[in-house]
C-alpha cells in the first residue's frame, strides 16, 4: 500500500462547478501537505500549502487537512476550463527536509465550457 | 523571470545509449531534485542534492544512472547503459532550503526504444 493514496480520476465537470479533490495518506508524521497543479507536458507548480491541520484559501481554492482521519481535500469554486490539469497532493515530515516530499499518483481533471 | 531549465525536452534513443539530462536550477536555489514520472509509479524521487552535496540517491539505480552538480548553475542525470523500462519524463525541480514550494523544469520526455 502506498503511504499516499489519489484517485486518478479522470474527473470530468461542467464550468463553474464545485470540484473537490482528495488525498488520503497512512503516515501520521506527515506535518506539511501541499497541493501542485501541472498541466500537459510541464513541471508541477505549487497551488497550495499547508501546515498542520485545518483550512487555507486563496481565491477560488481551499485546502483542507483533517489529520485524525488522515485525509486532505482541495476544493475549486466556480471551476473553470483553465483549470483542467492533473493535480497531485504531496506531503512532508518536516520543514527542513524537503527530500520527505511523498506524492500522489495525481488526479486528471477535465473542466468542459 | 526565474526558472528551472531542462535540456533536452524530448530525447528518442535506442536502447543501450547513453543519456545525458542538464537542468540549471533557479540562482540561489541551493537544494535540486531529479525526478522521474511515469503514469503508474507517479513522481518518484531519484536523488537529491543540498549545497551540491549528494545527500540521497536511493531511489536510483545505480548500475546504470548517476546524478552529479559539476557546479551551482548544471546539475547533470545520466543514464547508461539506457533501457526501455526508462522511457519516462524526468524533472528537474530546485527549491530553498526550509519549508515552501519546489519549482519544476518543464521536464525531459524520454523514449528508449
Known amino acids: 500500500q502506498k503511504e499516499v493514496e489519489q484517485d486518478p480520476g479522470p474527473l470530468s465537470v461542467p464550468e463553474g462547478a464545485i470540484v473537490s479533490l482528495n488525498c488520503t495518506y497512512s503516515?501520521?508524521?506527515?506535518?506539511?501537505f501541499m497541493w501542485y497543479r501541472q498541466y500537459s507536458r510541464k513541471g508541477p507548480e505549487l497551488l497550495m500549502y499547508t501546515y498542520s491541520s485545518g483550512n487555507k484559501e486563496d481565491g477560488r481554492f481551499t485546502a483542507q487537512v483533517d489529520k485524525s482521519s488522515k485525509y486532505i481535500s482541495l476544493f475549486i469554486r466556480d471551476s473553470q476550463p483553465s483549470d483542467s490539469a492533473t493535480y497531485l497532493c504531496?506531503?512532508?515530515?518536516?520543514?527542513?527536509?524537503?527530500?520527505?516530499?511523498?506524492w500522489g499518483l495525481g488526479t486528471s481533471l477535465a473542466v468542459n465550457p | 523571470d526565474a526558472r528551472v531549465t531542462q535540456t533536452p525536452r524530448d530525447k528518442v534513443t535506442e536502447m543501450g545509449q547513453e543519456v545525458t539530462m542538464r537542468c540549471q536550477p533557479i540562482?540561489?536555489?541551493?537544494?535540486v531534485f531529479w525526478y522521474r514520472q511515469t503514469m503508474m509509479q507517479g513522481l518518484e524521487l531519484l536523488a537529491y542534492?543540498?549545497?551540491?552535496?549528494?545527500?540521497?540517491d536511493s531511489g536510483m539505480p545505480k548500475d546504470r544512472f548517476s546524478a552529479e552538480m559539476p557546479d551551482a548553475t548544471l546539475a547533470t542525470l545520466k543514464i547508461q547503459p539506457s533501457e526501455p523500462r526508462d522511457s519516462a519524463v524526468y524533472f528537474c525541480a530546485s527549491g530553498a532550503s526550509g519549508p515552501g514550494e519546489l519549482f519544476f523544469g518543464e521536464g525531459s520526455r524520454l523514449t528508449v526504444l
Open positions: 503516515n501520521s508524521a506527515f506535518q506539511y
Open positions: 504531496a506531503m512532508s515530515y518536516n520543514a527542513g527536509n524537503n527530500r520527505k516530499l511523498i
Open positions: 540562482l540561489g536555489h541551493n537544494t
Open positions: 542534492f543540498r549545497n551540491r552535496a549528494p545527500l540521497d
